[in-house]
């Protein structure tokens, strides 16, 4: 990350960019010297990089001199295309889904190996979930990372599953056959399913938004508490969400999200 | 900006930022051309910032060598407390609120001399408006704008109102007396009214979110159809949606969001 001083530019927006890469949701208010260790910088060099940061509001600082990621780098944020486009298309949809099921709703996008929520609505009624906008889940145990995955290129599927499949619950699908089996019931029948395989007491339903080439630039789906769960009846309605969310796609232009694959 | 070679850090992180910066919501993609240019910045060293910037994912380009907002910066741009805090708290509110009338519901914060918009909830039939998530907005014709502006420090909004006030509308109220005597209104009746002020055929109505210390830390507005309105009906159900907010937020400790006064 750092070093390489025989190109001088290139190290410091690169430990600028890891002072930004030292929070997470885990650690969303860092101290200078927190932020520093996290990054790997001497305090000197993260206290200067911090102050140019907070100058263009990449930082805020509060109060007690902690910093936290800045109203401007959210704001810049949002011009992303998975917000400005797919979630800004999207959110009528999800609305209507969200006011005739009052269960959780969520928007997913593939980003690697994980499926990354971009939206996700939620009242004061539905099943609490561990999800929340920008949480990275694994493919296998979400019904929206099912459909993703369902519906991925087969080189990414096997690259997927020759990966050691963690379990979080007794319910976790973590054998690569029945995974396997999984996808193709999933594709056959259009729609995505869990049945408490990620949290005990809830369980969901998705379906892939598909481009008209057929690969998905996202998945739409609903999360319930497995004992109210008539998850049949939720498809039709999930379904002609994602039906009315790539139209629009289309007629609008452009890219809403597309995957990109990293080496992980 | 760019200069100051005795500070060889300070300019690259500096011109990274620019190139950020180049991107809003009237250009969310552009070729390294029109970056370059926007920014203020030589082709070479914009190639160079922009395959760092990509490298980390702050850009993400196409498959047509353009350019947009990258996926990890939306990702880590929603550590801010505007979101990971306030816009977290307030969704399920916002839900009930959006759930009840089905017009735009609206949450919004003052950063300097505008309203910033967190978050913005509508469903198909709610009137078309121009805010989306992360629009800025003049404090004095807008619902949450009145909101915010009633209840923020005397000298901001002897500031404000010293400086030319847009007119929007032949509705806008324009005249430093007259929005003066309406910011004494809304204070006293504890809600904010606009009536056509932004937009000819939609009328809003708006309250502050208020912490203990009696500032607002954002305020929550709905705005609807001039001729489907029965504002006062709107206001009970608002407030209680404030306050509950207020309430959450207090419970859960630590700063939702904190307007930064800028030079301006």
């Given at each position: 990350m750092a070093g390489n001083s025989t190109r001088p530019g290139q190290p410091v927006t690169a430990r600028a960019l890891a002072l930004l890469s030292a929070f997470d949701v885990a650690h969303p208010r860092l101290t200078l010297s927190e932020m520093a260790q996290r990054a790997g910088l001497p305090l000197a060099t993260a206290h200067r990089l911090a102050a140019e940061l907070a100058a263009w509001r990449a930082l805020d600082r509060d109060d007690e001199g902690g910093y936290r990621i800045g109203l401007r780098l959210w704001e810049v944020g949002l011009l992303a295309p998975v917000s400005s486009r797919l979630r800004e298309t999207a959110l009528p949809f999800l609305q209507e889904l969200y006011e005739s099921s009052r269960e959780n709703v969520h928007l997913a996008v593939r980003d690697g190996f994980d499926a990354l929520y971009v939206e996700k609505l939620s009242g004061h009624r539905s099943v609490p979930i561990v999800s929340r906008i920008g949480t990275r889940l694994p493919l296998h145990p979400t019904g929206v990372g099912k459909a993703l995955l369902a519906h991925a290129d087969p080189a990414l599927v096997r690259a997927y599953c020759e990966r050691p499949l963690p379990r979080?619950?007794?319910?976790?699908?973590?054998?690569r056959g029945r995974l396997l089996r999984e996808l193709e019931l999933t594709r056959e029948r259009g729609h995505a399913q869990t049945n408490e395989e990620m949290s005990l007491g809830s369980c969901s339903v998705a379906v892939p938004i598909l481009q008209a080439d057929g690969t998905p630039v996202a998945a739409l789906g609903l999360v319930v508490h497995s004992t109210r769960a008539e998850l049949p009846k939720l498809v039709p309605p999930l379904r002609a969400a994602a039906t009315g969310i790539a139209r629009r796609l289309a007629e609008t232009g452009g890219d809403a999200f597309r995957p990109v694959e990293r080496q992980t």
């Open positions: 979080f619950t007794r319910y976790t699908i973590a054998e």
